[in-house]
């Protein structure tokens, strides 16, 4: 059987070379799977940013006439519906529509009438929209919301004869979240009366949670009869349905709602002696107590076997193969990889390497004023361009933003530091609307943003961005397999750089302050795509030209 992507493509748009070139791969293994059974079914895309991934994700979903389409970002979502959004449907979660019975008042249909004692069974914008997507030849949401429906809600979601997750580098830590059962410390005082002891073992919450599963079904149906008597008999449902939520109705959904995800995780975690946990319960008075899958092979087995026949990853960079293939149980001899280099010139996306030495937690100290010196220096080289500072974790980036505000208090102005997850989009739209050389400075901004040209025409890479061994999970992940940590190094240092350049007419330079950088280089080149190292190894040399090695 032979089969014709290029049909397929997003009508209006001319595939470019790099993208014609994915999809003849993936026409051929296509084929080869239609023709064969034991072909293998899970297909790696991997394509640096400027190729246009979303067009090839669409042309095989356009193809299909029958696929599931998940992204992780908001941005992408955004960017698949702005695009492509008569042929496809999208479904985001209930909190993102307005129930319609309460014309006068925007509540989102999560806490609608219909979630009321005897409320309505009627089909809302949130429920049209999910059924909608379940009809629909090419059905797209999130990938966490996604693994929700599915596990949690156990959703009836056919199989489809195909799934692709964008952005797949981010489904491990997705699927991670999605079964991890978190308790706040509100949480804790309330349900079980005061805060959960600090044990060493996840094995050692299991007697200590078993007790509590009766309560906490109590407690369910205690808010279930109070919700109630929020609704008095005497009153007609129509006129009570009426009224939008008082807020002690409010308070009892949320509270339910939280209690059924709670009850849900907890079942799953008692039941799941066969794996391993791991506890995350920060030092902090008010922490939240989270029990962490350290894996989630099985599920996402599960997810990437049941939902489709054949399975599409798409991402800048997925990592080392067999490393991807543990993560996901799958049999790496069941995985087949398609990628193509950059469409951009090196001198469009240069990286400069001024290492100031290795930083680690036992450097920091003595190495960070020389890196908040040289990150003056860039700015003062930059001063009409707007940038993007990669610091390492939000308390560097503080004693950053306060060092420069001492050292060079006129570049100091010109930056605006993003705190806290919360702060991400206003500071973006701040940067956008100014007309003056903003500069970000955060640790969280490697992915999931869109700035082009004049929104960003340098970067600096404090760090080289290590996942943080301080926390448990990552810690125990990385004490299992030494390549999975290296392979996550490697994905969020091309994730940043690809910030750089985001078109055929724009570019960007990367300043890389970390003298980890070339040692990483030279252990894990295997780790990194060729159009990354095309820019780095040459970054790597000059500089030791300039010192005359
Ligand atoms: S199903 Fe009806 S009652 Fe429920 S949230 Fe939607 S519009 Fe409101």
Sequence with gaps: MSVDLLEHFPAGCTPRPEQARLLAGLADALAEIADDRRAPRVLLVEAPPGVGKSHVAMTLARWSGDAYLLTSQKLLQDQYEREFGAELALVKGRDNYVCERYPAAAVPTSRGACR???????????????????????F?????????????????????????????????????????????????????????????????????????????????????????????????????????????????????????????????????????????????????????????????????????????????????????????????????????????????RPIVYRPVGALSQATRA????????????????????????????????????????????????????????????????????SPLPTVLVSPSLREGVDLPDDFLRFQVLTKLPYPDLGDPWTAARQSRDHRWYAVETAKALVQAYGRSCRHADDHGVTYVLDGQFARFLQYYRVLLPEWFLDAAVPAVRQLARDDGC
């Design 116 to 138: 009321r004692p005897r409320g309505p069974a009627c089909a809302c914008p949130y429920a049209r929209a999910k059924q909608a997507a379940v009809n629909a030849p090419i």
């Design 366 to 433: 003595r190495l960070e004023p020389a890196v908040f010196a040289e990150v003056g220096a860039i700015l003062a080289a930059h001063p009409d361009d707007k940038g993007l500072i990669h610091v390492g974790s939000y308390e560097m980036g503080r004693r950053l933003v306060h060092d420069l505000a001492a050292r060079a208090p006129r570049e100091s102005r010109r930056l605006l530091w993003i705190d806290s997850a919360g702060g991400k989009q206003p500071a973006l739209e701040h940067h956008r609307a």
């Design 140 to 348: 797209c949401t999130n990938t966490a919301y996604f693994a929700t429906l599915r596990h949690w809600h156990t959703e009836h979601l056919r199989r489809r004869r195909l799934l692709i997750v964008d952005e797949a580098h981010n489904l491990e830590s997705q699927l991670v979240s999605v079964f991890t059962a978190r308790f706040s410390h509100d949480e804790m005082r309330e349900w079980f009366g005061r805060p959960l002891p600090r044990l060493a073992r996840a094995d050692e919450y299991r007697p200590v949670l078993a007790e509590y599963v009766e309560r906490l079904e109590a407690r369910r149906q205690e808010i279930a009869r109070a919700l109630d008597v929020v609704h008095p008999p005497p009153l007609p449902d129509e006129v009570f349905l009426e009224a939008p939520l008082t807020r002690d109705e409010h308070d009892l959904l949320e509270q339910r709602d939280q209690l059924d995800g709670a009850l849900a995780r907890l079942t799953f975690f008692l039941d799941a002696e066969d794996r391993e946990w791991i506890v995350r319960y920060p030092a902090e008075p008010a922490a939240a107590l989270s029990l962490v899958p350290l894996t989630v092979a099985a599920m996402a087995q599960s997810l990437l076997a049941d939902c489709a026949e054949v399975t599409v990853l798409s991402s800048a960079y997925l990592g080392h193969r067999e490393v991807l293939a543990e993560c996901f149980g799958l049999d790496a001899g069941g995985v087949r990889v398609f990628t193509v280099g950059s469409p951009f010139s090196l001198e469009q």
